[in-house]
């Protein structure tokens, strides 16, 4: 949907063998064998996105924070068991096993060491990307025999969100709810994503996102729900000053970020529903113009309020289009909600309550 802005890589990659509990500092560019099943099959292939904070203390010691992270961490076990057989099931580390491994193991390398310092000192923001990978050198098919977590991070100074237009693209379904993949961040799902937003160039040339509904393609298309964007979900504000949130199921990913903003918007005294929105519904609400803003919340941007949907019916001709009522209470709201979130990590706003800071001295 978006772009980072100003990256900069880590100067190492890790490895930490699943079978062994081996870890490894890696070249920032080592490679996966081209014959592996995680290439050619999708075999153990899941990976994780992270925000962190990276800054120096009150007695100058290094120290990374992270929002909610323990939430990250358990999302991307159950990926990594969702892609293993049964008798592996014991090859899924902990979450505290993951979190020694990347904060002591990887993070406390002297050979990243003066990356992180850079990043306190600029004040910059970071992203941490653990992924999974078959690091076995076969084309069976078959379950990973070598099943390994590596990771990376970057710093960036700014991830360009707003604005953006969006289009609605039912006869695409990111996920199938019987398969049990919609709700795990799966290699396998993000393909669908850019060919809807592929897709949803043909109606707007302008586009950046993809919204999709439900896999219940069988049903009249206004009866058929919302789920969420292609690479993060969605909020919508209303004109009666409430917001909804759709609620978590199979073909939903469950985002840390909206569980945040969520609690942050709920402290600024907003009211904030979660239930299910038909397509039906966001048409009617569009029309009538009871939609006042419509946005897009995951991990690198936070959230980001869409300037444009497009809304499409069954020929894919335009049925309704969505603009922001920029006057209205509830679009300012939200960008207050991004601010006061990413000021949690820098110390300068209080912590909600069920949100959690991990910091963590290097």
């Given at each position: 949907m978006?772009?980072?802005?100003?990256?900069?890589?880590?100067?190492?990659?890790?490895?930490?063998?699943?079978?062994?509990?081996?870890?490894?500092?890696?070249?920032a560019?080592?490679?996966?064998?081209?014959?592996?099943?995680?290439?050619?099959?999708?075999?153990?292939?899941?990976f994780?996105?992270?925000?962190?904070?990276?800054r120096?203390?009150?007695?100058?010691?290094?120290?990374?924070?992270?929002?909610?992270?323990?939430?990250?961490?358990?999302?991307?076990?159950?990926?990594?068991?969702?892609?293993?057989?049964?008798?592996?099931?014991?090859?899924?580390?902990?979450?505290?096993?993951?979190?020694?491994?990347?904060i002591?193991?990887?993070?406390?390398?002297?050979?990243?060491?003066?990356?992180?310092e850079?990043?306190?000192?600029?004040?910059?923001?970071?992203?941490?990307?653990?992924?999974?990978?078959?690091?076995?050198?076969?084309?069976?098919?078959?379950?990973p025999?070598?099943p390994?977590?590596?990771?990376?991070?970057?710093?960036?100074?700014?991830?360009?969100?707003?604005?953006?237009?969006?289009?609605?693209?039912?006869?695409?379904?990111?996920a199938?709810?019987?398969?049990k993949?919609?709700?795990?961040?799966?290699?396998?799902n993000?393909?669908?994503?850019?060919?809807?937003?592929?897709?949803?160039?043909?109606v707007?040339?302008?586009?950046?996102?993809?919204?999709?509904?439900?896999?219940?393609?069988?049903?009249?298309l206004?009866?058929?729900?919302?789920?969420?964007w292609d690479s993060?979900?969605?909020?919508?504000?209303?004109?009666?000053?409430?917001?909804?949130?759709?609620?978590e199921?199979?073909?939903?990913?469950?985002?840390?970020?909206?569980?945040?903003?969520?609690?942050?918007?709920?402290?600024?005294?907003?009211?904030?529903?979660?239930?299910?929105?038909t397509?039906?519904?966001?048409?009617?609400?569009?029309?009538?113009?009871e939609?006042?803003?419509?946005?897009?919340?995951?991990?690198?941007?936070v959230?980001?309020?869409?300037?444009?949907l497009?809304?499409?019916?069954?020929?894919?001709?335009v049925?309704?289009?969505?603009?922001?009522?920029?006057?209205?209470?509830?679009?300012?709201?939200l960008?207050?909600?991004?601010?006061?979130?990413?000021?949690?990590?820098?110390?300068?706003?209080?912590?909600?309550?069920?949100?959690?800071?991990?910091?963590?001295?290097l």
């Open positions: 978006a772009k980072f802005e100003g990256v900069q890589w880590a100067p190492r990659q890790m490895r930490y063998m699943l079978p062994d509990k081996q870890f490894e500092i890696l070249e560019d080592a490679k996966v064998y081209g014959v592996s099943r995680s290439i050619f099959y999708a075999t153990f292939l899941c994780e996105g992270i925000r962190f904070f990276c120096k203390n009150a007695g100058g010691q290094l120290e990374v924070l992270f929002l909610n992270w323990h939430k990250n961490l358990e999302r991307l076990r159950r990926g990594m068991a969702f892609n293993l057989s049964r008798d592996q099931a014991g090859f899924v580390p902990t979450v505290e096993e993951l979190e020694t491994v990347i002591r193991q990887y993070f406390g390398a002297p050979a990243i060491r003066g990356f992180l850079e990043m306190a000192e600029a004040g910059a923001q970071g992203y941490l990307r653990p992924f999974t990978v078959d690091e076995d050198q076969s084309m069976g098919v078959t379950f025999t070598q390994s977590v590596r990771a990376i991070f970057c710093r960036y100074d700014n991830y360009l969100g707003e604005p953006f237009t969006g289009v609605v693209t039912p006869q695409w379904v990111r199938v709810g019987a398969n993949t919609g709700w795990l961040k799966l290699g396998i993000y393909l669908i994503s850019l060919k809807a937003i592929d897709a949803a160039k043909e707007d040339p302008g586009a950046a996102a993809a919204l999709f509904l439900d896999d219940q393609t069988h049903r009249p206004e009866e058929r729900c919302v789920t969420e993060s979900c969605c909020l919508f504000g209303l004109r009666d000053g409430t917001i909804v949130k759709i609620p199921s199979e073909l939903i990913l469950p985002s840390i970020t909206i569980q945040g903003m969520v609690t942050i918007l709920r402290d600024m005294g907003i009211k904030v529903e979660e239930r299910q929105v397509y039906g519904e966001l048409l009617r609400r569009i029309r009538s113009e939609l006042v803003v419509a946005a897009s919340v995951g991990t690198a941007g959230m980001n309020r869409c300037q444009k497009v809304c499409v019916d069954e020929g894919n001709d049925a309704a289009v969505h603009v922001p009522d920029t006057a209205h209470r509830l679009y300012q709201a960008a207050e909600a991004k601010a006061f979130y990413w000021d949690i990590y820098r110390g300068k706003s209080k912590l909600p309550s069920g949100m959690n800071l991990f910091k963590y001295a």
